[in-house]
């Protein structure tokens, strides 16, 4: 039997289109294993969104090059965002590939699969799989808008993953219908903007009619999507979150600068003020939301005073979790073309873990209120002898018990908590 391995980095659209060609390589015949090195093939799913994450998929290409020398038929796939457009140079760069495709070029695969011989069950790649190695979570990721036309002028996305190209409702629902009669209790809807779902489709249909329909669905008990986009998130979408009980009170919605010039130089779309009274609607309308957001240290020219601005927004707002990132100047991007990557790296560094001290503080705060009161916790997996799952606002949960729990709600009293995770007992 044929062994494959995929390597993921990067976002939860890569982690899901992952899921996505497990699933294609499992019902061909192939067999998952855990390292590169008994794999007769290899799937490299990439992210070149900062410069460190295109080193890692450097390194491993080298890494691989070396492996295929001492066993040429080993056979190697790449996608992800460093597949650009150019794949003839890329393929001349990197001649021990053997197949590049855009992500989700799913044709692409099928084609090259159908080469090889590989029986193709095409329907497959329209579900993100759940994990089928080990115990299976009752989670599952769907994309439903690919690409993005935002352009933030720092990013490097629309240029890797193409315009915004919505999926059809009814193909959505179906996915979602058949992946809980496999036992998933949970989706995730992906997508780099899912507030511009449906504009490209015949009656426009958005994001808060998918998640009407999704809630009739029987047996599925959790709706999550993400990432949303300040300047998109319609009142409509609000309301369908405050009314819907299977939509769960978490959002993640990036604010990436607390400066408005900031804002405008990286064409976010929306001023300080905005990105407040819209985090006020949100909060008055759906009192127990948890809100996530992404923040960018050290963008060209940031002044001290302006990071300032950043940091009194995140003291404001009080966000459960902050991905903060240091810029990384992307190739082709209008910030790399315009502006000069002028803040020291040592500069970056600091702002960066200011922010990552501030967030631990006011974590550690937030998640101190849950002590003692009990949690509904969807259980995903077990980990060191512990139960782990996630509450309905995205909190870590673990705890210890001789039960069978997996996929199973639990309502567990929080006894310790950090910043990071609470740890608590089985309520009966
Ligand atoms: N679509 C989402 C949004 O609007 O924020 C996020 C997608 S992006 C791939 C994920 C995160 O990577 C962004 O939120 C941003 O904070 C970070 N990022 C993107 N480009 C970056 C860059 N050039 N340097 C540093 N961080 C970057
Ligand atoms: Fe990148 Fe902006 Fe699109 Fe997010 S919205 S993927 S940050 S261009």
């Known amino acids: 039997m044929l062994s494959y391995f995929i390597w993921t980095i990067g976002c939860q659209m890569n982690k899901a289109e992952s899921q996505q060609i497990a699933g294609y390589l499992d019902s061909a015949g192939y067999q998952a294993v855990n390292s590169f090195s008994n794999a007769d093939l290899v799937v490299l799913n990439t992210c070149v969104v900062r410069q460190s994450a295109e080193n890692k998929v450097l390194g491993t290409l080298g890494l691989?090059?070396?492996?295929?020398?001492?066993?040429?038929?080993?056979?190697?796939?790449?996608?992800?965002?460093?597949?650009?457009?150019?794949?003839?140079?890329?393929?001349?760069?990197?001649?021990?590939?053997?197949?590049?495709?855009?992500?989700?070029?799913?044709?692409?695969?099928?084609?090259?699969?159908q080469k090889q011989g590989i029986p193709i069950e095409q329907?497959?790649?329209r579900y993100a799989r759940n994990d089928t190695r080990g115990a299976p979570s009752p989670c599952a990721f769907i994309p439903i808008i690919q690409g993005c036309d935002n352009f933030c002028s720092y990013c490097i996305v629309p240029y890797?993953?193409?315009?915004?190209?919505?999926?059809?409702?009814?193909?959505?629902?179906?996915?979602?219908?058949?992946l809980v009669r496999q036992g998933i209790k949970a989706v995730t809807l992906l997508g780099q903007n899912v507030d511009s779902y449906g504009h490209d489709?015949?009656?426009?249909?958005?994001?808060?009619?998918?998640?009407?329909?999704?809630?009739?669905?029987?047996?599925?008990?959790?709706?999550?999507?993400?990432?949303?986009?300040?300047?998109?998130?319609?009142?409509?979408?609000?309301?369908?979150?405050?009314?819907l009980d299977k939509v769960c009170e978490h959002l993640e919605l990036p604010v990436q600068a607390g400066d408005d010039d900031i804002l405008r130089t990286m064409k976010r779309g929306y001023t300080v003020e905005q990105y407040r009274e819209l985090v006020?609607?949100?909060?008055?309308?759906?009192?127990?939301?948890?809100?996530?957001?992404?923040?960018i240290v050290?963008?060209?020219?940031?002044?001290?005073?302006?990071?300032e601005h950043s940091l009194s927004l995140l003291k404001e707002m009080r966000f459960d979790v902050i991905?903060?990132?240091?810029?990384?100047?992307?190739?082709?991007?209008?910030?790399?073309?315009?502006?000069?990557?002028?803040?020291?790296?040592?500069?970056?560094?600091?702002?960066?873990?200011?922010?990552?001290?501030?967030?631990?503080?006011?974590?550690?705060?937030?998640?101190?209120?849950?002590?003692?009161?009990?949690?509904?916790?969807?259980?995903?997996?077990?980990?060191?002898?512990?139960?782990?799952?996630?509450?309905?606002?995205?909190?870590?949960?673990?705890?210890?018990?001789?039960?069978?729990?997996?996929?199973?709600?639990?309502?567990?009293?929080?006894?310790?908590?950090?910043?990071?995770?609470?740890?608590?007992?089985?309520?009966?």
């Open 64 to 113: 691989l090059k070396g492996l295929k020398n001492k066993h040429s038929d080993l056979q190697i796939l790449v996608t992800g965002c460093f597949v650009n457009s150019h794949t003839q140079e890329l393929q001349k760069q990197f001649p021990h590939v053997d197949l590049l495709f855009k992500p989700g070029d799913y044709p692409e695969l099928i084609a090259w699969g």
């Open 123 to 125: 329907r497959l790649l």
């Open 160 to 178: 890797r993953r193409g315009r915004e190209v919505s999926r059809p409702l009814r193909e959505i629902i179906c996915a979602v219908e058949e």
């Open 201 to 243: 489709l015949p009656g426009y249909p958005d994001l808060a009619d998918l998640l009407n329909a999704l809630s009739s669905i029987d047996n599925l008990v959790r709706i999550r999507f993400l990432t949303n986009h300040p300047k998109d998130i319609s009142p409509k979408l609000v309301d369908t979150i405050a009314s």
């Open 280 to 295: 006020h609607t949100i909060r008055r309308k759906v009192p127990q939301i948890s809100l996530s957001t992404d923040i």
């Open 298 to 307: 050290g963008f060209p020219g940031e002044t001290e005073e302006q990071f």
């Open 323 to 428: 991905h903060v990132a240091a810029y990384s100047p992307r190739p082709a991007t209008v910030a790399w073309r315009e502006y000069q990557d002028n803040i020291p790296s040592e500069v970056k560094r600091e702002r960066l873990h200011k922010i990552e001290k501030l967030q631990a503080a006011i974590a550690s705060e937030i998640n101190s209120q849950l002590q003692d009161r009990q949690v509904e916790v969807l259980v995903e997996g077990r980990k060191n002898g512990k139960w782990f799952g996630r509450t309905r606002s995205n909190k870590l949960v673990f705890f210890e018990d001789a039960g069978e729990w997996q996929g199973q709600l639990a309502r567990i009293q929080i006894e310790n908590t950090s910043p990071w995770s609470l740890r608590g007992q089985i309520k009966i």
